[in-house]
């Protein structure tokens, strides 16, 4: 028999899938995006973990994989007895969680973060639950007393009791604890430890490593919340003003001075939590008595209304409480600008490249899903030429023929299906908007119909060629496969970026702690 002579371009081509079959196997969580991406293209669902696409109008990653709605559950319901569960619950289910009591955080190295996170839940219940519900604030309570006994030094624990006792319209135990927090200005959140726990603890539990590093970011970082307990002393504030009670308005302007005068022991770049006081209702009031145009006819811009609302503030500092009033007032607009120009430098939004990286993983990963979806169905139309095995349909026996027939229907409804499914889990959005849901639709059906009158094309033109001239119609089938594979190699790529810059994001803002706490530290719940 001659030799086979191979071209080199048919060498390359075949090397070059060779190593995009090693690079998914190398590349780290390539595999599991593979069988991310097929459980997304065909519904597969099992386990704790469901895999799906584009759900809704916002910049989420396709395929997007998380906790399903039962292991939610199952966190929620096991919280009140579990750390490890009220963690893992955290972003999901969080208005059904329960707050595990004192004793199980007692002794346990994220204790400061969790009198911090169960203060949140308690603050989020008694204002955003339907009815409201104050059932958090004593377990909030107990575990702050427990985390302050053992804690002594961190006032960012009176700052969060004082959120509590605000929750439980205790106004008076709230400003002793504020004054207390003012008195200890080194504040701890434990953000950092807090984030290296959960973060293995949802890989553990079957999130891959991209979508856990971004939900833990996303969980853990409580300390912003604290700055609630702010617009509870401005509703005081309003009311001092209201009742001309002007040394009660200068000492609670004082505190707000004192406790932005404390610093983030465990933060680099902190969010700056204690802001001016600028509410509409403080704004109305202070004009009233200064007799001003009320601010509300005086609003242009952002900008302009930050300007008008740090004028009126001033005026009514200077004229009715003193000098020293209005100096600690533009003190807080100063340091907190100054503070928020940091945190925006070294926020994960603005580091550079990030969101290139996140707009190139979410395309690579769209890309992946739909060339999946057109390998499938290129591969299904093959099925009905395998099986004539090169005799042609027309110089086939009758029962043959119809054989064919069937089989060649079934491969191009598979098509069809996969071809819609591709493009509804990578287009769909959801809406309000009836008109908006219904445009979205015909643009998935438009491109569903592209996709599936390329494989019709490529199944019709198999029957005016010679068995020797359908080789380029496989070498379709392949190249398709291979674009597959480059593009789940890319979305893995940078994917393990954005883990990396998650990470070292959270390094830098947490730069004066982070890695003081190995997760192997975090002791398990008694």
Same mark, same amino acid.
């Given at each position: ?364 990963? +769209? $890309?992946?899903? !739909? =060339? ?7 591969? %299904? ?6 099986? @004539? #095995? ?87 089938? +392949? $190249?398709?496969? !291979? =674009? ?7 979305? %893995? ?6 883990? @990396? #810059? ?25």
């Amino acid at each position: 028999m001659p030799n086979k002579q191979i071209s080199v371009w048919s060498l390359s081509f075949w090397i070059f899938t060779s190593l995009l079959l090693l690079a998914t196997i190398a590349i780290p969580g390539a595999l599991t995006l593979h069988w991310n991406i097929i459980r997304a293209l065909f519904n597969i669902q099992y386990g704790k973990t469901e895999v799906v696409g584009q759900v809704y109008s916002g910049p989420i990653n396709v395929p997007l994989s998380s906790f399903n709605q039962s292991a939610a559950e199952n966190w929620a319901a096991q919280s009140g007895d579990s750390i490890d569960a009220f963690m893992l619950s955290v972003s999901y289910r969080w208005a059904e969680r329960d707050i595990p009591s004192g004793d199980f955080w007692r002794g346990h190295p994220l204790i400061e973060w969790g009198a911090i996170a169960a203060t949140e839940d308690a603050y989020d219940a008694a204002h955003y639950n339907v009815p409201p519900s104050r059932s958090k604030c004593p377990k909030a309570l107990d575990i702050i007393q427990i985390a302050q006994s053992e804690h002594p030094d961190n006032g960012a624990l009176w700052l969060a009791e004082a959120v509590v006792h605000f929750s439980n319209d205790d106004d008076d135990n709230a400003i002793a604890a504020l004054n207390v927090a003012a008195e200890k200005p080194n504040w701890r959140s434990r953000e950092n430890a807090a984030y290296q726990h959960l973060n293995a603890l949802l890989q553990r539990e079957g999130l891959p490593a991209f979508e856990s590093a971004s939900e833990s970011e996303a969980a853990t970082r409580c300390q912003q919340r604290l700055g609630r307990g702010v617009r509870d002393v401005e509703r005081l504030m309003t009311k001092a003003v209201q009742d001309l009670e002007d040394d009660r308005f200068d000492s609670l302007l004082n505190l707000l001075y004192r406790l932005q005068q404390c610093r983030w022991d465990d933060m680099t770049y902190p969010w700056p939590i204690i802001s001016p006081p600028d509410s509409d209702e403080l704004l109305t009031a202070m004009t009233l008595r200064m007799n001003q145009e009320t601010p509300s006819n005086q609003r242009e811009t952002a900008n302009d209304w930050r300007m008008v609302g740090r004028r009126i503030t001033y005026d009514f500092a200077i004229t009715f409480v003193g000098e020293n009033a209005a100096f600690e007032l533009m003190e807080l607009h100063h340091i907190r600008e100054l503070r928020l120009s940091r945190w925006r430098e070294r926020n994960l939004g603005n580091q550079n490249g990030f969101e290139r990286s996140w707009i190139a993983a979410r395309a690579c990963g +769209i $890309f992946a899903l !739909v =060339l999946l979806a057109l390998s499938n169905s290129l591969v %299904a139309i093959e099925v009905p030429d395998f099986l @004539a #095995k090169d005799r042609g349909f027309i110089r086939t026996s009758p029962s043959r023929k119809a054989s064919f027939w069937i089989v060649a229907l079934i491969a191009l409804a598979v098509s069809a299906m996969l071809s819609y499914r591709a493009c509804d889990i990578t287009l769909r959005t959801s809406s309000l908007s009836v008109e908006f849901q219904e445009q979205n639709r015909r643009h998935i059906k438009l491109l569903a119909a592209g996709l599936m009158s390329v494989v019709i094309m490529l199944f019709v033109s198999r029957w005016f060629l010679k068995p020797e001239d359908k080789k380029p119609l496989f070498a379709i089938t +392949i $190249f398709v496969f !291979v =674009l597959y594979l480059a593009f789940v190699c890319m979305a %893995a790529n940078v994917r393990n970026g954005l883990v @990396a #810059k998650y990470l070292n994001c959270y390094r830098d803002v947490n730069a004066y702690a982070f890695g003081e706490l190995d997760v192997s530290d975090i002791i398990a719940d008694p």
